[in-house]
């Protein structure tokens, strides 16, 4: 029943110097939160500016909203984040308002002095303070643009890095917005996250594309890729036994550890181990590893 | 509803599990909506595709039936399934009986006879 | 009306900036003036002063508001660019922007030559050649976004100013040249916007 896209890829190639990114085919589920896993300069900025419209120099086709073509539909319609000079660096918290109204039609500006203030972010000081907004910490700056992407009205989020420059606490906060902000599209609203550090983020992903090298080594509900990977343990005897069955193989003085393709699992029978269901963050470190090798 | 993130069970099968005892023991009503998908994600503060997959497992189980885009509603419990389900109840406590007897070397004679005189108190009882 | 005010906006630094640049700019010339009045009554170098003082501070105000916008930088505005309205502000800003320029001239040196009685033909001329250096400025600073260049530049275009006009006051040929400046103006504004819109698109594409 969850067959439907936000945005479906095709044949989407952008070359640069050093690295290419080269998506032969891929399709956002709509009303999820995806997670965009890699190292950083895995492509993950790169893929997500071409899919926000910020970089239009890719070739390929990208659907969006089941065949929407309308640029300023689709562009009204997503909101998209990102970690360089996203404001200009002298607009204060205000500017910031009185700007967004201009750019965007669905924007609210009470929504987002009040997600501002939950988010921590002294608005009673507003008027008074004319700091710019490259004068502020980079947590602060991304809790600005996190208050101002929610503040607007759209169908799909598009946020690079959101986690990486917030506490904790501002994380899980973050992690909450995403729900809700997916509860209040009512299978409607999507979004798309890219992140180096998937373990922080692991409660709120249902979808997983994990990137390498420019390239989708996997992708899938994470529910199916927990079904699909299984991680095994066992005694250093066994070791050169399932080396060569396994998806991924880790030794230590103390035994293995790896992870096992459940169609593979059979081929352990007879062999003492013990068997996991992974996190997300396991199956991303052994895809990524095995990824490299065959680089 | 209480989740225990890293027990061994999967989250979805803890919800699942909850739901099933809720349903089985009438606190949802025949034809009352589950609540929406998304909305029990973030009061969980857990994934949506967890949640899916939980009602999906009760879908599958017979419980809830699902109506696109409105959400999944509980079945009409006919007594039929209710004795399915309280014989597959008894059963495993049966086997949990008899694993326990083996383990403590009580002879199957001795068991079942130990069943009768239970049986037999418990009709007093009443 | 309103758009075009609130879009140009977006692009001026702070409501500091602004009331420097829409009130303590235009007070400050005309003090500058007055003074400059007790002692050169009538004079056109009142005027030749005041569009001097205009050039400088035109120039070096828009440092803070479209430096390097001639020229390509990817990452700006990531933003604005996810905007489907973000051309079509810019644009509002950058005509807003030249109409502004051409307001507050006109208001600091028709105040002054009317209070100052200073020969009105050359008042004007005077004006011309002052907007069109303007233009020229500004046309080349926007390649920079480092203030030294920004400074560099304003001297140098204040100079050419001085120098030509020097060259040109003394022939009876201001009407041909005033006609000719503007033409010229024109063109080139027109250049500098196209240059600008061509930049902007380029920075979707790497």
């Not at chain 1, 066992?234 to 459940?262: H, P, R, T, W």
């Not at chain 3, 702070?14 to 009045?37: G, H, N, Q």
């Not at chain 3, 502004?100 to 050359?122: C, E, F, G, P, Y």
């Amino acid at each position: 029943m969850y067959k439907s896209n936000v945005i479906s890829i095709n044949n989407l190639s952008k070359k640069f110097k050093s690295f290419a990114l080269d998506i032969p085919s891929l399709d956002i589920p709509k009303g999820f939160a995806t997670a965009l896993i890699g190292e950083n300069g895995a492509g993950k900025s790169t893929f997500i500016n071409i899919l926000a419209g910020v970089r239009l120099d890719y070739k390929g086709t990208i659907d969006y909203f089941n065949g929407e073509k309308e640029e300023r539909v689709i562009r009204e319609n997503i909101g998209y984040t990102g970690p360089g000079n996203y404001f200009m660096p002298h607009w204060t918290i205000a500017q910031i308002a009185e700007a967004s109204e201009l750019l965007f039609e669905k924007f609210n500006k009470d929504k987002f002095y009040e997600i501002c203030r939950l988010l921590g972010i002294e608005v009673s000081g507003i008027k008074k303070q004319n700091k710019g907004f490259n004068k502020l910490s980079d947590g602060m700056k991304m809790k600005v643009v996190l208050a101002n992407v929610f503040a607007r009205e759209t169908k799909m989020l598009l946020l690079d890095e959101p986690a990486s420059p917030l506490d904790p606490l501002m994380r899980d906060k973050l992690c909450q917005m995403i729900r809700e902000y997916l509860e209040q599209g009512n299978g409607e609203s999507s979004v798309l996250f890219s992140t180096h550090n998937i373990a922080d983020m692991e409660n709120v992903t249902d979808y997983a594309i994990i990137m390498e090298k420019g390239k989708v080594a996997e992708h899938g509900f994470v529910e199916d890729l927990k079904e699909k990977y299984i991680l095994v343990k066992g005694e250093n005897e066994d070791a050169d036994k399932v080396k060569d069955i396994l998806f991924s193989f880790q030794k230590s003085n103390y035994g293995f550890e790896g992870m096992c393709l459940a169609e593979n699992i059979d081929k352990l029978a007879g062999i003492n181990i013990s068997r996991e269901v992974p996190e997300l963050s396991q199956i991303s470190i052994a895809v990524m590893k095995k990824y490299t090798q065959l680089m | 509803m209480r989740i225990i993130q890293n027990s061994g069970v999967p989250i979805y099968q803890q919800i699942a599990g909850q739901f099933k005892e809720d349903i089985l023991a009438g606190k949802f009503k025949q034809g009352e909506f589950l609540p929406s998908i998304r909305g029990l994600a973030k009061d969980l503060r857990i994934s949506v595709i967890t949640t899916m997959k939980a009602y999906e497992e009760l879908e599958k189980n017979g419980l809830v039936t699902a109506v696109q885009g409105k959400g999944y509603y509980v079945n009409a419990q006919d007594s039929e399934m209710l004795r399915e389900q309280h014989i597959r109840k008894m059963e495993e406590y049966l086997l949990n009986a008899i694993s326990a007897a083996r383990i403590a070397n009580v002879p199957d004679s001795e068991l079942i006879e130990i069943l009768r005189m239970l049986i037999e108190t418990e009709e007093s009882g009443e | 009306m309103k758009d075009y005010i609130e879009s140009y906006h977006m692009f001026l630094p702070d409501k500091k900036f602004r009331f420097l640049l829409y009130m303590v700019y235009p007070l400050a010339v005309w003090v500058l003036l007055y003074i400059e009045s007790i002692f050169l009554n009538g004079s056109f170098i009142l005027v030749f002063t005041a569009a001097t003082v205009i050039i400088a501070v035109e120039c070096l105000a828009d440092f803070f508001v479209f430096a390097g916008y001639a020229r390509k930088e990817s990452g700006r505005n990531e933003y604005l660019k996810t905007s489907v309205k973000y051309t079509q502000l810019l644009k509002k800003a950058i005509l807003s922007d030249i109409v502004r320029r051409i307001l507050s001239t006109l208001l600091i040196i028709s105040v002054t030559a009317a209070v100052l009685k200073v020969q009105l033909r050359l008042t004007i001329y005077l004006l011309i050649s002052a907007y069109f250096f303007i233009t020229v400025a500004l046309f080349s600073l926007r390649f920079f976004d480092f203030f030294a260049a920004y400074n560099f530049i304003t001297i140098i275009v204040v100079m050419l100013y001085i120098g030509f006009n020097v060259f040109i006051l003394d022939k009876s040929i201001l009407t041909i040249t005033s006609i000719v400046l503007i033409i010229l103006s024109l063109l080139l504004i027109l250049l500098h916007i196209r240059i600008l819109f061509r930049v902007v698109k380029e920075e979707y594409y790497d």
